[in-house]
């Protein structure tokens, strides 16, 4: 099979136009005329993965290898030294980062969270964000949403700022989107991760509180989400296990 002809099975999925445009969604290893024999999926390329995977190989990825451009090509330094490895090995790689967050897999991380057991419905989708309103006059508190959090994904730990008491909307993005603050309003919620100090003091001016779910916890169902997309499309794909960067004391 060519790369070219999954290519376009993904394309019509998730269209790559819909990514945002500092995004390198897409194929960043290969050419379309490059032909595998296997299909891989990961949440992203580590040397753990390309140990194990067969050359020949096509690697299905949600966080792109090559995110700018390269200026040097230094095989000892990232991303040029798994690159580097995958050129030896025949490996190629597409990318389905933020057009694929905007079509499957932010709305799939937002049904997890099973809020309705709060009091709150799904209202619309703006920018990256899913946006739940609260339909119940639920008195929930970001305190309580934390908690919740929490439990419901089993996390070791949840950062969270408590900028007003009682939640009106909450607004949801998968890996990281700190800045939806400035689309959000006096008393909403943010649920998304990588928050900094600074993003974090300027939506509390602003009465907008923060949930800071983990980059990684937050996304890790990409690879099992879009396996069975393309077992759809009779493409059976191994899923190479994701590997958290970071451990809890």
Known sequence: MKILDIYNILDNLSPFE????WDNSGLNIGSFDSIFENVYVA???DSNILESINPKSLVIVHHPIIFKPLNTFHINLYPCNLISTC????????AMHTNFDKTHLNNAF???LCLEKL?????????????????SESNLTPNFLAKYLKDILDLSIVRYSNAYNIINEIYITCGSNA???SIAKYGDCIITGDIKYHDAMIAKSNNISFVDIPHFESE??????ITKILQKHNIQAIIS??????HYV
């Open 119 to 135: 009091g709150y419905e799904y209202n619309r989708e703006q920018d990256f964000s899913i946006i739940y309103t609260n339909n």
């Open 43 to 45: 949440l992203e390329i």
């Open 241 to 246: 296990n994701p590997h958290n960067p970071f």
């Open 18 to 21: 819909l990514q945002a445009k």
């Open 179 to 181: 800045s939806s603050y």
């Open 220 to 225: 890790c169902i990409f690879a099992d989400l």
């Open 87 to 94: 050129m030896k090995k025949d490996i190629y790689v597409i």
């Open 110 to 112: 937002a049904k997890s």
